[in-house]
């Protein structure tokens, strides 16, 4: 039997009888649907190539938009950096030499007398004193402060004829008082350098330094300026002031306005000096109670530019870690009276003479948790 061979074509016709469609099939190469199918896959891998970046990029993108948008409102604590610089003596006038007056009394209380204040006399205080177990021989060697709290002066101080016992008595009532604005002071103090170690600072933390900002009258929001401003007075050089400028508590500033340091105003209520030419103007600044006095004279120390060298001094003291040592720190202090370098040996010899020193690493009894955290 002889095998015919069958053509393409015919098989073609075949198909198309039977009810086949044929389709003709186009080059691989030039095949639409190869062609759509490869745009497909690299659009897909383009677009997951994107994405992937996205989400690589946006958390540095919105960490560097937040710190741009934050760091005009952000107190950064590059103090530190500069603060050996700024101490230098080339560098020295550039230290907190700016002062904005506005608000820097705000917070002493110069008009609101307490309802239970009472002016006790000196045998009372010193009843007070010694039912309490409170006495200076005491506080020397354990370095504890009972934590009495006098508002007023007695009259009768200045009747006490024994000038030893006066000046116990009168130790013994500024003693805590003067402590207790320390304390003040070192708490918000210890505050501040919390704050400033921390990378970004709540909205209440940022109000806090700004109303410290106005109560030390610092301008630029300098947090270096603040840093020196925001420290304590040695307690003895405290008490030598309060004794030269009262004579002991026996002025009368002292008596009838409770002014312990003699700070002088122009526009504030005070008490006209007697034996002022009538052309003067100043006064002596009045207080209700006895603990506004100190706390507007720290204030006074703190920000004053006649004091800048001492403030100065003190941070030096210290970045050096030693002692505030108040025979070194009223060798600034001439500008304080007329008398200048007469008045700073009388405040030296006054610390001497009555070992006023022994009472600056002196501690306050705690009345609260707060002063705990200092003992």
């Given at each position: 039997?002889?095998k015919?061979?069958?053509?393409?074509?015919?098989?073609k016709?075949?198909l198309?009888?039977?009810?086949?469609?044929?389709?003709k099939?186009?080059?691989?190469?030039?095949?639409?649907?190869?062609?759509?199918?490869?745009?497909?896959?690299?659009?897909?891998?383009?677009?997951?190539?994107?994405i992937?970046?996205?989400?690589?990029?946006?958390?540095?993108?919105?960490?560097?938009?937040?710190?741009?948008?934050?760091?005009?409102?952000?107190?950064?604590?590059?103090?530190?950096?500069t603060?050996q610089?700024?101490?230098?003596?080339?560098?020295?006038?550039k230290?907190d030499?700016?002062?904005?007056?506005?608000y820097?009394?705000?917070?002493?209380?110069?008009?609101d007398?307490?309802?239970?204040?009472v002016?006790?006399?000196?045998?009372?205080?010193?009843?007070l004193?010694?039912?309490?177990?409170y006495?200076l021989?005491?506080?020397?060697?354990?370095?504890?402060?009972?934590?009495?709290?006098?508002?007023?002066?007695?009259?009768?101080?200045k009747?006490?004829?024994n000038?030893?016992?006066?000046k116990n008595?009168?130790?013994?009532?500024?003693?805590?008082l003067?402590?207790?604005?320390?304390?003040?002071?070192?708490?918000?103090?210890?505050?501040?350098?919390?704050?400033l170690?921390?990378?970004?600072?709540?909205?209440?933390e940022?109000?806090?330094?700004?109303k410290?900002?106005?109560?030390?009258?610092?301008k630029?929001?300098?947090?270096?300026?603040?840093?020196?401003?925001m420290?304590?007075?040695?307690v003895?050089?405290?008490?030598?002031?309060?004794?030269?400028?009262?004579?002991?508590?026996?002025?009368?500033?002292?008596?009838?306005?409770n002014?312990?340091?003699?700070?002088?105003t122009?526009?504030g209520?005070?008490?006209?000096p007697?034996?002022?030419?009538?052309?003067?103007?100043?006064?002596?600044?009045?207080?209700k109670?006895l603990?506004?006095?100190?706390k507007?004279?720290?204030?006074n120390?703190?920000?004053?530019?006649?004091?800048?060298?001492f403030?100065?001094?003190?941070?030096?003291?210290?970045e050096?870690?030693?002692?505030l040592?108040?025979?070194?720190?009223?060798?600034?202090l001439d500008?304080?009276?007329?008398?200048?370098k007469?008045?700073?040996?009388t405040?030296?010899k006054?610390?001497?003479?009555?070992?006023?020193?022994?009472?600056?690493?002196?501690?306050?009894?705690?009345?609260?948790?707060?002063?705990?955290?200092?003992?």
């Amino acid at each position: 039997m002889i095998k015919k061979k069958i053509s393409l074509n015919e098989i073609k016709k075949y198909l198309k009888r039977s009810g086949f469609t044929i389709i003709k099939r186009e080059n691989k190469k030039s095949s639409p649907f190869a062609i759509s199918s490869l745009n497909v896959i690299s659009k897909t891998a383009l677009s997951c190539l994107a994405i992937i970046s996205f989400f690589y990029i946006s958390p540095h993108i919105i960490d560097f938009t937040s710190k741009s948008l934050l760091s005009s409102k952000e107190f950064k604590n590059n103090s530190q950096d500069t603060f050996q610089k700024t101490l230098k003596k080339e560098n020295v006038v550039k230290l907190d030499e700016s002062l904005n007056e506005k608000y820097l009394f705000d917070d002493v209380d110069f008009d609101d007398l307490p309802t239970d204040v009472v002016r006790l006399s000196a045998s009372t205080i010193q009843q007070l004193f010694k039912d309490t177990n409170y006495n200076l021989q005491d506080v020397r060697k354990k370095k504890l402060v009972k934590p009495v709290s006098l508002s007023l002066l007695p009259e009768e101080i200045k009747s006490i004829e024994n000038i030893q016992e006066r000046k116990n008595l009168f130790i013994q009532i500024i003693l805590p008082l003067v402590i207790a604005e320390n304390n003040n002071i070192k708490l918000d103090r210890r505050k501040l350098f919390r704050f400033l170690n921390k990378s970004r600072n709540s909205l209440v933390e940022k109000k806090w330094i700004e109303k410290k900002f106005k109560q030390y009258g610092v301008k630029n929001n300098d947090l270096l300026t603040l840093k020196v401003r925001m420290d304590e007075i040695p307690v003895s050089m405290t008490i030598a002031q309060a004794a030269k400028e009262t004579g002991w508590g026996t002025s009368r500033f002292a008596q009838e306005g409770n002014a312990l340091f003699g700070q002088w105003t122009w526009s504030g209520e005070g008490i006209k000096p007697a034996g002022a030419e009538v052309n003067t103007t100043h006064k002596v600044m009045k207080f209700k109670i006895l603990q506004a006095s100190v706390k507007a004279y720290q204030r006074n120390l703190n920000t004053h530019s006649s004091y800048r060298d001492f403030r100065s001094t003190r941070a030096e003291l210290r970045e050096k870690g030693k002692k505030l040592d108040s025979v070194i720190l009223t060798d600034h202090l001439d500008k304080y009276a007329e008398t200048g370098k007469e008045y700073v040996k009388t405040l030296q010899k006054i610390i001497r003479q009555n070992n006023l020193s022994d009472f600056d690493d002196a501690k306050l009894l705690p009345s609260s948790i707060d002063l705990e955290s200092l003992i």
